[in-house]
């Protein structure tokens, strides 16, 4: 069995055939994480995840590319995380590529956490050339005797900032991106296979063999493959690994 564990079938790309997208990925062993990025695509995430008895969870954020447009609203979001298939806050983070109020996001990304905290969830972290602020912000929130879990989704550091996030307590994910592009095989190579996760981020980061089409949560296990030829491991080691992993972050039942 795999875990997808950052998908977004509750975006547009998905709106006419998420629920045969969810079949084939749960027919092929495929389980997902649908994260939200507004309220919303994160009221989507737990309309699609509560359909399903198992297999289909909900994540439930605002993205930082987000906050300028849309109030983060901590009780809807925390009405939303009543359900039981809420399994993170997230996407949150900080994103410098685009020209936007770094300390709005900030701020937002400080509330995403303690809502976290309260609600006794791991956060999916989105970082985008900010990597040095994100560090700061979770030192300085751990260092306030708050308690935090979480991962920093579709990587793009290096091996020093991800061996930051290890003392952190955070875990680190890749998509499809390592199927095609050599920046991460070192890092890969040299981290604990315990401290990484798979994902997609589908419909986006396609990878070898589909790249130019629409992603999918069954295309995770190519970045299983990947993982596992970069660190020379038996692909079915990987599988299991990176499962349990999911499965431990998020308490997946």
């Not at 069995?1 to 975006?11: E, G, P, R, V």
Request: hydrophobic share 35%.
């Amino acid at each position: 069995m795999l875990i997808d564990t950052h998908a977004h079938l509750n975006f547009k790309a998905f709106k006419n055939d998420f629920s045969q997208v969810i079949r084939d990925s749960l027919k092929q062993e495929t389980w997902l994480i649908n994260v939200g990025s507004q309220l919303e695509t994160s009221q989507k995430a737990v309309e699609i995840a509560e359909k399903y008895q198992t297999g289909v969870y909900a994540a439930v954020g605002l993205h930082p590319i987000h906050v300028d447009d849309e109030e983060f609203d901590s009780e809807k979001y925390q009405e939303l995380a009543k359900s039981s298939k809420v399994v993170a806050l997230g996407e949150t983070g900080l994103d410098y590529k685009a020209n936007s109020n770094k300390n709005h996001q900030k701020e937002v990304f400080r509330k995403h956490l303690e809502l976290a905290e309260k609600l006794s969830r791991p956060v999916i972290v989105h970082c985008r050339q900010a990597h040095n602020d994100v560090l700061e912000i979770l030192k300085s929130f751990l260092r306030e005797g708050h308690s935090l879990k979480g991962v920093m989704h579709c990587f793009s550091g290096d091996w020093s900032q991800a061996q930051e996030y290890f003392k952190l307590g955070f875990l680190i994910s890749f998509t499809g991106l390592i199927t095609f592009a050599r920046d991460w095989d070192q890092l890969i190579e040299k981290a604990p296979l315990e401290k990484l996760m798979i994902e997609t981020d589908c419909p986006f980061m396609t990878p070898e063999p589909h790249r130019g089409k629409r992603n999918e949560p069954v295309y995770v296990k190519y970045v299983a493959e990947k993982i596992a030829e970069i660190k020379k491991l038996d692909f079915e080691k990987v599988v299991q690994q990176t499962t349990q992993t999911a499965k431990n972050l998020f308490n997946l039942k």
